[in-house]
């Protein structure tokens, strides 16, 4: 029996609900952010390998499809460390004000990936809507212009790692195989930009408290919310995602005021911003169907 629609939503939200943690782990974690993100997904690619391993499913494969699983994954690992220093640079809500322009790039993004090349009216006036939020934000909070650009860059890489994502899945390989593999490259990409940024191949060892963080971080904020991520994908389309993915900064910037305090506040404007977010989100059903008549 299909599953209804409200269920791929719900399982959809509680992965972005967890993924509107990691900029506030990703600031309670005492490391570079090269280094979040190779203790990250080293963790997740073995428990994605035991995984597979433990459900049956190989991980081997031709190596064509391993070569091109590791390269999403490592476009996935630039996305995170771009994001941790968004976070680092600025505040986390300066960062995950800057993850929704990532619908923008992925609907112009996608049709010429695919091959089809057809930009749909209705993605492209919500986008526009977006553009106008992120001017807002850029013109109130301008002294945070580097963390939000390093934000929007982390963008552009979300909207490629979820448009190549959903062919992968559309394939025959099991989640927990995929991620064994992207997780795998995006660990790799970490490991070769790490000289480039902090000077150096070895990788800072965590202190107690930051080891705890980053186990939350890889368990729940990488491991069960991308086993959710590429399970509801399978079933919804890449704009869907990223419309609800919008509600990552909403989520995010209401957990980083109750974990940091004031240091988190932000202007009128700036939530002026978020606020049009939120209203792109709830009406985007009557929008799409409004521009598609």
């Not at 080293?42 to 459900?55: E, K, P």
């Not at 301008?142 to 934000?151: D, E, K, P, Q």
């Not at 990409?189 to 790490?194: G, H, N, T, V, Y």
């Amino acid at each position: 029996m299909p599953r209804s629609n409200a269920r791929n939503y719900t399982q959809l939200h509680l992965v972005v609900l967890a993924w509107g943690l990691t900029a506030i782990l990703g600031k309670l974690i005492r490391l570079p952010p090269v280094d979040v993100v190779f203790y990250r997904t080293a963790i997740a690619a073995l428990c994605f390998a035991v995984l597979a391993l433990s459900m049956g499913h190989p991980l081997c494969g031709s190596p064509r499809r391993i070569l091109a699983m590791l390269a999403v994954g490592a476009i996935l690992g630039l996305h995170w460390i771009l994001f941790f220093w968004s976070a680092r640079l600025a505040t986390a809500s300066v960062c995950l004000a800057a993850m929704p322009t990532a619908m923008l790039w992925c609907s112009l993004i996608e049709p010429v990936i695919d091959g089809s090349r057809r930009w749909r009216p209705a993605e492209l006036l919500v986008g526009a809507v977006m553009v106008g939020a992120v001017w807002l934000i850029y013109q109130v909070e301008f002294r945070h212009w580097l963390g939000f650009s390093v934000g929007i860059a982390a963008a552009v890489f979300a909207a490629f790692f979820a448009t190549l994502s959903k062919q992968q899945v559309a394939g025959d390989s099991h989640w927990s195989v995929i991620g064994s593999y992207q997780m795998s490259g995006a660990c790799l990409a970490a490991c070769l930009s790490r000289p480039f940024l902090e000077g150096g191949f070895r990788p800072v060892v965590p202190d107690q408290a930051s080891a705890l963080w980053l186990g939350v971080l890889a368990l729940v904020c990488t491991v069960a919310a991308y086993a959710g991520f590429m399970d509801v994908l399978r079933r919804v389309s890449v704009f869907t995602v990223n419309v609800v993915y919008n509600m990552e900064p909403v989520y995010g910037i209401v957990i980083a005021v109750l974990v940091f305090g004031k240091a988190e506040y932000m202007s009128e404007g700036f939530y002026l911003g978020a606020a049009v977010i939120i209203a792109v989100v709830l009406t985007l059903p009557w929008i799409r169907r409004w521009v598609e008549r």
